[in-house]
């Protein structure tokens, strides 16, 4: 399920022209156990959608840099969060390694220890404790790419952890809020998730390939995250839009739009939601909400070619 994830990932494909050749440093429950120095005392708190992420263990510089990168998520208001993160060292240059020569999809396992849910790759190595209320993220680096890399990928899986719980998804795909209204447009990549965005220049967009999918009283609404878009762009609002569709991208000559019910909807949704459906993992949350989802929201099959007449055809009541 990794494979489908393209950007979401910050880099789905990797060069290795600057890694040397070794091995795999895999962490087992031990090392998860053992105890890690923060990176300094500093700390800041977000707001993805309903959920509260309050983050510990920052240095200043890496306060700051969070602070004016995520701006718009920022949750300056009281109360319990409903995780806390703490950033440590992990004491370690890489977990998973790229090798030289060509490239590889980025990979980033999964598995269970007892009740804790772990996640690595190349730069960091995460942890949420049984608990469900404490988290880790180990990272190789202070700052700079890899950094950055590490900790938008946590916070990405925790995401998608912690949405289903509210009865939503972290789905792969772009979302434009237009009149008031979010429409929701995925597939895998290439298949037209940035052209869309990129051709409603006038309109907000909340995300161009993850779009967090949030169940609320009188119906589903979709909210942007703030972990650096495709192109590196930030929502400018951290606010969830009523959905009035979602449209499966498939590139054509053609403009027209198809809708798409039953076990086939279901399919789409299925095949585009990162981080849940892992080997091991239990399906029947993501998909219960999917199948509550499917059921309030039309799901469309939108043949487009790269101009805006879609808007055209998607705005049709």
Do not use: C
Request: proline share 6%; charged share 25%; no cysteine.
């Amino acid at each position: 399920m990794l494979d489908t994830v393209s950007r979401g990932l910050v880099a789905e494909r990797m060069t290795g022209q600057d890694r040397p050749i070794r091995t795999d440093f895999n962490p087992d429950a031990s090392w998860f156990a053992s105890p890690r120095p923060t990176f300094g005392r500093s700390a800041l708190a977000l707001r993805i959608g309903p959920l509260r992420f309050a983050l510990e263990g920052l240095s200043d510089r890496q306060r700051d840099r969070f602070a004016g990168q995520y701006l718009p998520f920022l949750d300056p208001g009281p109360g319990t969060p409903d995780l806390t993160l703490r950033m440590t060292r992990a004491g370690v240059d890489a977990f998973l390694v790229q090798q030289a020569g060509g490239s590889e999809v980025y990979r980033m396992p999964a598995r269970r220890d007892g009740e804790a849910r772990r996640w690595w790759s190349y730069e960091f190595a995460g942890t949420l404790a049984g608990d469900r209320r404490h988290a880790e993220l180990a990272l190789v680096e202070e700052e700079g790419a890899r950094f950055d890399r590490g900790s938008e990928n946590f916070l990405r899986a925790l995401t998608a952890e912690f949405i289903l719980e509210r009865g939503g998804l972290l789905l792969h795909g772009a979302a434009v809020v237009r009149r008031g209204r979010a429409y929701v447009f995925f597939g895998p990549s290439g298949s037209g998730k940035t052209t869309v965005t990129r051709l409603s220049p006038a309109d907000l967009v909340l995300s161009d390939d993850l779009t967090l999918l949030v169940r609320e009283e009188g119906g589903y609404r979709a909210a942007g995250i703030p972990f650096g878009m495709a192109h590196h762009h930030v929502p400018d609002s951290n606010e969830a839009f009523p959905i009035a569709g979602m449209h499966r991208l498939v590139q054509s000559m053609d403009v027209r739009r198809e809708r798409v019910t039953g076990a086939a909807a279901m399919a789409e949704v299925i095949a585009s939601l990162p981080f849940v459906l892992q080997e091991g993992e239990d399906p029947r949350s993501p998909m219960e909400n999917a199948a509550r989802l499917l059921a309030e929201v039309p799901l469309w099959r939108l043949h487009f070619r790269e101009d805006d007449a879609f808007w055209g055809v998607v705005e049709e009541h």
